[in-house]
């Protein structure tokens, strides 16, 4: 089985810009939650989807957005980027929304903002 | 107050010794207590959780729980090569979210 798959692996965006994150999580599970990692940092949550419903938001502005689509498949997007989110942000899948112990982590995305 | 708090290391043992890794966290609510593994430009890898207060042995590996504490630890026995990387304590509640620390960056001497 596949694991947890994350689009693209690397980008460079300009400060103001707006980018797409992707994210395919595990076959069978509908719950899929994004984090941020600063550089010397442990992950940050931002959101979690479970059955294309938001179930839970981290302490970001309203700049970060996603959704979560009929095939459980998740998109994070960033509106005005800023110098501080250059992170690799990061893409977790698990069966259910609370089962946090199954969380399932993709490879992530390196995101800079120059 | 950081909600998880880690020493970042950097922490550099000889092949063979043991790893003695710990955090400790602020919040009551917290009930399920997990360790990963973060090798460079990856993402984390789940190595053991406990639910709650205790030991858990996997291997070469052993978590500790002390809640009365708010304190857990991670021991790697028979350190190898292979096991350097940056280890990252979370948690959770009942809830959708873990909380991590700062991770400790760990090489192990051949």
């Known amino acids: 089985d596949a694991g947890v798959t994350q689009s693209p692996t690397h980008l460079i965006k300009t400060r103001g810009q707006q980018v797409t994150l992707r994210c395919s999580p595990i076959?069978?599970?509908?719950?899929v939650s994004w984090y941020q990692q600063v550089l010397g940092q442990g992950p940050q949550f931002i959101f979690q989807?479970?059955?294309?419903?938001?179930?839970g938001r981290g302490n970001f502005p309203d700049r970060f957005s996603a959704r979560q689509f009929p095939n459980y498949s998740s998109e994070l997007n960033v509106n005005a980027l800023l110098l501080g989110d250059s992170a690799l942000y990061l893409c977790?899948?698990?069966?259910?929304?609370?089962?946090?112990?199954?969380?399932?982590f993709g490879q992530g995305t390196r995101l800079t903002v120059v | 107050q950081k909600e998880v708090e880690q020493d970042p290391g950097p922490l550099s043992v000889p092949e063979g010794a043991i790893v003695s890794l710990n955090c400790t966290y602020s919040?009551?609510?917290?009930?399920?207590f997990m360790w990963y593994r973060q090798y460079s430009r990856k993402g984390p890898e789940l190595l053991m959780y406990?639910?709650?207060?205790g030991n858990k042995e996997d291997g070469r590996f052993t978590a500790q729980v002390d809640k009365s504490s708010k304190y857990i630890s991670l021991f790697i026995r028979d350190s190898q090569p292979s096991d350097s990387a940056t280890y990252l304590c979370?948690?959770?509640?009942?809830?959708?979210?873990?909380?991590f620390g700062a991770g400790t960056t760990v090489t192990v001497r051949a």
């Open positions: 977790a899948s698990s069966l259910s929304p609370s089962v946090n112990t199954e969380a399932f």
């Open positions: 406990t639910y709650s207060s």
């Open positions: 076959s069978g599970h509908k719950s």
């Open positions: 989807y479970y059955e294309k419903e938001e179930r």
């Open positions: 979370a948690m959770s509640g009942y809830d959708y979210k873990l909380s």
């Open positions: 919040n009551s609510a917290f009930q399920y």
